[in-house]
Nanobody
Framework: QVQLVESGGGLVQAGESLRLSCVASGRTFSSYGMGWFRQTPGKEREFVAAINWSGSSSYYANSVKGRFTISRDNAKNTVFLQLNSLKPEDTAVYYC???????????????????WGQGTQVTVSS
């Protein structure tokens, strides 16, 4: 029903930056809360950042505060994640997710998101 496609991942050195993009299908994108999560093999999926439907509210994991920025362009059905000052521990597959039910708020709960992208790999070398 709703498709999310991430892009922008790659291989960078520590201290460098990347910008991830997630393009969503559907005409009701502006009503979705959006989130970014990341996962490494053998570990639980980890919350990274979230933004509400208007972009007026956002929330970040402590591990990325001050380094990552989430934003959205509802006219283009796109959410972004700017990753600055990257560290090797940021290496993961990054997933975007959409919450079509409670988009007016931000949430860190994976179960609040009912649509997920396929992921994009971010690798940070030291």
């Amino acid at each position: 029903q709703v498709q999310l496609v991430e892009s922008g991942g790659g291989l960078v050195q520590a201290g460098e930056s990347l910008r991830l993009s997630c393009v969503a299908s559907g005409r009701t994108f502006s009503s979705y809360g959006m989130g970014w999560f990341r996962q490494t093999p053998g570990k639980e999926r980890e919350f990274v950042a979230a933004i509400n439907w208007s972009g007026s509210s956002s929330y970040y994991a402590n591990s990325v505060k001050g380094r990552f920025t989430i934003s959205r362009d509802n006219a283009k059905n796109t959410v972004f994640l700017q990753l600055n000052s990257l560290k090797p521990e940021d290496t993961a597959v990054y997933y975007c997710a959409a919450d079509s039910a409670t988009g007016w708020k931000v949430t860190t709960d994976t179960h609040s998101y009912n649509y997920w992208g396929q992921g994009t790999q971010v690798t940070v070398s030291s």
